[in-house]
């Protein structure tokens, strides 16, 4: 169980345009989903929380004009980048905390497999 | 500025042999651990945790040892096998409280990573 899926896995796009990312939990509601970014050789870095129903809490020096989170269900989180510009070519991955389940693992994210962007 | 630290990018262990893999924190804040496995290309998948009420947690061959003095940890692979090659991040977090009904809403900060390879 805890299946956590993006898509797309991997994107190229021109400099200019907007790529939009989707994170689902397969089998479990996910009140929080989180967005990672990570550059080759370099730590996850946390872009932004995003719980369902409410406006996402983005980390310092992220802009939240340019990284739009929505996280319209419990299964769905979406981060949509826009105008998008070479130096946002990144592996961008997400996680998601599995809802109020009393008694399991405290603090286990479950991350999806990521989507590699590539802008042109 | 880097909270969790992982000083070593590489290690390289020859089969059957302990791994040690190690991670320093700057943060007293954070009191509960985590240790990912990361392959190319995909999202980290948990290995094991430890809170800071405990000094070491133990899973099959996996333990993780921590001395919140020295705000130190380490995870021990015992015996080293071909298929722990991978990227292992450390990361931090801080406890929600002793009764929440919502678990692993807390954001992780990660380390930089090391890479471990296992010499067949």
């Known amino acids: 169980g805890a299946v956590v899926s993006q898509h797309p896995s991997w994107v190229i796009c021109k400099s200019g345009t907007s790529v939009k990312i989707e994170c689902r939990s397969l089998?479990?509601?996910?009140?929080?989903m989180f967005w990672y970014r990570q550059f080759p050789k370099q730590s996850l870095m946390l872009m932004a929380t995003?719980?369902?129903?409410?406006?996402?809490?983005?980390e310092q020096g992220v802009e939240k004009d340019k990284f739009l989170i929505n996280h319209a269900s419990l299964t769905l989180s979406t981060l949509t980048v826009t105008s998008a510009h070479p130096e946002d070519s990144s592996f961008y991955i997400c996680?998601?905390?599995?809802?109020?389940?009393?008694?399991?693992?405290?603090?286990?994210?479950?991350f999806g497999p990521g989507t590699r962007l590539t802008v042109l | 500025d880097q909270q969790v630290k992982q000083n070593s990018p590489s290690l390289s262990v020859q089969e059957g042999r302990i791994s040690i893999l190690n991670c320093d924190y700057t943060?007293?804040?954070?009191?509960?651990f985590l240790w990912y496995k990361k392959y190319p290309a995909e999202g980290p998948t948990f290995l094991i945790s430890i809170s800071s009420i405990k000094d070491k947690n133990e899973d099959g061959r996996f333990t993780v040892f921590l001395n919140k003095s020295a705000k130190h940890l380490s995870l021990h692979i015992v015996p080293s096998q071909p298929g722990d090659s991978a990227v292992y991040f450390c990361?931090?977090?801080?406890?929600?409280?002793?009764?929440?009904?919502?678990?692993?809403?807390?954001?992780?900060?990660f380390g930089t990573g090391t890479r471990l390879t296992i010499i067949p």
């Open positions: 943060n007293s804040m954070f009191d509960y």
């Open positions: 089998d479990f509601q996910a009140t929080t």
């Open positions: 990361a931090a977090s801080r406890h929600p409280g002793e009764y929440i009904s919502n678990f692993g809403n807390e954001k992780l900060t």
């Open positions: 996680s998601a905390a599995n809802a109020g389940t009393s008694g399991t693992s405290y603090n286990e994210q479950f």
């Open positions: 995003s719980n369902e129903g409410s406006k996402a809490t983005y």
